[in-house]
């Protein structure tokens, strides 16, 4: 529809590749092979979303709640940790930046959750209690269904390419002066990566969602969603599960 806008003289042009070269936070080979072919296989997933937010920009939100929702849930069937804690991790580093406006940020995404909020809790219950009959009726559920059954997939295979590797030296104090660093972004951040915690980032389980967190997060921009909500549906991802499942 929006090429339909363009001027008549407008051409694409188009190349026919095999493969992506990703930079980002790889450990092994195999997870950015992981990210390219699930991309791949996810063309028409892909299409359907991008057209359903097109026609419903209203429903943004609540597709990336779910988005987060169920990606979360692959590190909370593992019972090492709850996953949204990930998100909650990433929302508080974002607020935590000292540059101007960043009080409206948080002022803004608060306003959207109390006045928002009797449509998220009734979505969260739907989600929670997704079955096939209701999602074929209801087309925005029916879309979050097929990216769970993405997500899920997508965490086994990067799960079965961890490895029990021991770190450097020169690594581990990387990590050692990272995990510092955060512990500085707020008191959640303190506790969360107090000493007494760190063996669990190195399970196979957390480095496995770690990545599949990341992956998610790509899914975003190819949507035209923009950092902005990413971190909005990471807020209520957040205010829903401190709520309804963490107390």
């Given at each position: 529809?929006?090429?339909?806008?363009?001027?008549?003289?407008?051409?694409?042009m188009?190349?026919?590749?095999?493969?992506?070269?990703?930079?980002?936070?790889?450990?092994?080979?195999?997870?950015?092979?992981?990210?390219?072919?699930?991309?791949?296989?996810?063309?028409?997933?892909?299409?359907?979303?991008?057209?359903?937010?097109?026609?419903?920009?209203?429903?943004?939100?609540?597709?990336?709640?779910g988005?987060?929702?169920?990606?979360?849930?692959?590190?909370?069937?593992?019972?090492?940790?709850?996953?949204?804690?990930?998100?909650?991790?990433?929302?508080?580093?974002?607020?935590?930046?000292?540059?101007e406006?960043?009080?409206?940020?948080?002022?803004?995404?608060?306003?959207?959750?109390?006045?928002?909020?009797?449509?998220?809790?009734?979505?969260?219950?739907?989600?929670?209690?997704?079955?096939?009959?209701?999602?074929?009726?209801?087309?925005?559920?029916?879309?979050?269904?097929?990216?769970?059954?993405?997500?899920?997939?997508?965490?086994?295979?990067?799960?079965?390419?961890?490895?029990d590797?021991?770190l450097?030296?020169?690594?581990?104090?990387?990590?050692?002066?990272?995990?510092?660093?955060?512990?500085?972004?707020?008191?959640?951040?303190?506790?969360?990566?107090?000493?007494?915690?760190?063996?669990?980032?190195?399970?196979?389980?957390?480095?496995?969602?770690?990545?599949?967190?990341?992956?998610?997060?790509?899914i975003?921009?190819?949507?035209?969603?923009?950092?902005?909500?990413?971190?909005?549906?990471?807020?209520?991802?957040?205010?829903?599960?401190?709520e309804?499942?963490?107390?």
């Open positions: 529809k929006r090429i339909h806008r363009l001027p008549q003289n407008f051409s694409i188009a190349e026919c590749i095999s493969f992506v070269k990703r930079k980002g936070e790889y450990t092994y080979a195999e997870e950015p092979m992981i990210y390219n072919d699930t991309f791949r296989l996810s063309e028409r997933l892909y299409e359907d979303t991008y057209l359903y937010l097109y026609n419903h920009p209203q429903q943004e939100m609540l597709f990336i709640f988005l987060f929702y169920f990606s979360a849930k692959n590190l909370d069937k593992t019972g090492i940790g709850l996953g949204y804690r990930s998100y909650q991790s990433h929302v508080l580093g974002f607020l935590s930046y000292k540059k406006n960043m009080d409206g940020y948080k002022n803004y995404f608060e306003e959207y959750y109390k006045v928002n909020h009797a449509i998220l809790l009734s979505f969260y219950k739907l989600i929670k209690n997704m079955n096939s009959a209701l999602t074929d009726d209801i087309e925005l559920l029916a879309l979050i269904r097929r990216w769970k059954n993405v997500l899920d997939k997508t965490y086994e295979k990067l799960f079965y390419v961890q490895r590797i021991t450097s030296l020169v690594h581990a104090i990387r990590r050692e002066i990272a995990q510092a660093k955060f512990r500085g972004y707020s008191q959640f951040h303190k506790v969360v990566f107090d000493k007494r915690h760190k063996s669990m980032f190195s399970t196979k389980e957390f480095c496995a969602y770690r990545m599949l967190v990341n992956f998610t997060y790509l975003l921009p190819n949507l035209g969603l923009s950092s902005r909500k990413r971190v909005q549906g990471g807020y209520i991802l957040v205010k829903i599960m401190q309804t499942e963490d107390k």
